[in-house]
């Protein structure tokens, strides 16, 4: 068995963690900040790294990243890890100012959303295309001002209450408001952890045939705990 923390790991040996496609020893290889991982095999995993939030961290946290990595990870990871990637050292202007406007946009967004992306949604479902194929590419490139307005225009709830739903790290809450929003269960489960900040092992998981594993009762009663606050 690898040591995946060993001092030193060689490249040949880091291009064979990564073609195994276990997330749980791509993740210590990344955590092993001494490994030798080639800028090529970094991109790849950069890429598929919206969907895997256990490494996010160790990526922004890698000792080197290529300025393409970085602005591509500034595009998903959460704002704490947005301003890791501000504070790196050694970066190219073009990066920077990327990461600097990144850094407003989410601000901007936390201070009660974007009144573009809200109108930008309200068109496209006029225009019965706000999906959840549209918003899960929203979501995947980092447009995340869509996907939280396009969830309030679905559901039919305030922007302040969708607001509130997601940052309340409420497994239950953002999979009613998925529920609400009328988002398949795999879908709520992309919501719960990319944009409502959940932790894998916290998440609400879709059942055996992708439904909903919580009765409409049950997701509504959830709704009405943010209503009632």
């Known amino acids: 068995m690898c040591d995946f923390q060993r001092q030193g790991l060689g490249e040949a040996v880091a291009d064979a963690i990564v073609s195994t496609d276990d997330r749980g020893a791509v993740t210590a290889l990344l955590e092993n900040k001494s490994a030798q991982i080639r800028e090529e095999m970094l991109d790849k995993l950069v890429e598929q790294a919206p969907q895997v939030e256990v490494w996010h961290k160790p990526l922004v946290e890698r000792p080197q990243l290529s300025p393409k990595a970085t602005r591509r990870l500034a595009t998903f990871v959460a704002k704490a890890l947005l301003k890791t990637l501000e504070r790196r050292a050694g970066l190219d202007e073009e990066t920077a100012q990327m990461l600097e406007a990144e850094m407003t946009r989410r601000l901007k967004e936390e201070e009660g959303g974007d009144d573009d992306s809200l109108k930008r949604a309200q068109e496209l479902h006029a225009?019965?295309?706000?999906?959840?194929?549209?918003l899960s590419e929203a979501l995947i490139s980092g447009d995340r001002g869509l996907v939280r307005c396009g969830l309030a225009v679905r559901s039919k709830l305030s922007m302040d209450q969708v607001s509130e739903i997601l940052a309340s790290r409420s497994a239950k809450g953002v999979t009613a408001l998925a529920w609400k929003a009328d988002c398949s269960m795999?879908?709520?489960?992309?919501?719960?952890?990319?944009?409502g900040g959940i932790p894998p092992k916290q998440l609400v998981h879709a059942?055996?045939?992708?439904?909903?594993?919580?009765g409409d009762e049950e997701?509504?009663?959830q709704l009405e705990l943010f209503q009632k606050s």
């Open 127 to 134: 225009a019965g295309k706000l999906d959840d194929e549209t």
């Open 186 to 195: 795999r879908f709520a489960m992309q919501i719960q952890q990319q944009l």
């Open 207 to 214: 059942l055996d045939n992708g439904g909903y594993p919580m």
């Open 219 to 221: 997701l509504q009663f």
